[in-house]
């Protein structure tokens, strides 16, 4: 079975940028025909898809958070990673990993356990 695992710090300062990496397991982030996405929760909010880079290695975008976000992928540690520009307190969130079928939170067929980014002074 296909495992996710978010890591990164846990506490960022307003303005820095912050990076999360997802680990992979039991299967390969190059595989036809999958997407392997990024989504978010703020708190007492819903889930927000960031992006995602496909099994091709074409990235994917938020039109919202395109111009501060960059996703990237090391297929020899099948790992992936978030780059999240210019952080403030409203990018608070629980982080997923996720792989999915489509461009949607809803697509999503596999998650990782999250993990929490509070961006506080």
């Known amino acids: 079975q296909v495992q996710l695992q978010e890591s990164g710090p846990g506490l960022v300062k307003p303005s820095q940028t912050v990076s999360l990496t997802c680990t992979v397991s039991?299967?390969?982030?190059?595989?036809?025909?999958?997407?392997w996405s990024w989504i978010r929760q703020p708190p007492g909010k819903g889930l927000d898809w960031m992006g995602a880079i496909a099994y091709s290695g074409s990235t994917y975008y938020s039109p919202s958070l395109k111009s501060r976000t960059s996703i990237s992928r090391d297929t020899s540690k099948n790992q992936f990673t978030l780059q999240l520009r210019s952080v403030t307190p409203e990018d608070t969130a629980v982080y997923y990993c996720?792989?999915?079928?489509?461009?949607?939170?809803?697509?999503?067929?596999?998650w990782g356990q999250g993990t929490q980014v509070t961006v506080s002074s």
């Open positions: 039991g299967g390969s982030i190059t595989t036809n025909f999958y997407y």
């Open positions: 996720a792989r999915a079928l489509g461009s949607s939170w809803s697509y999503a067929s596999s």
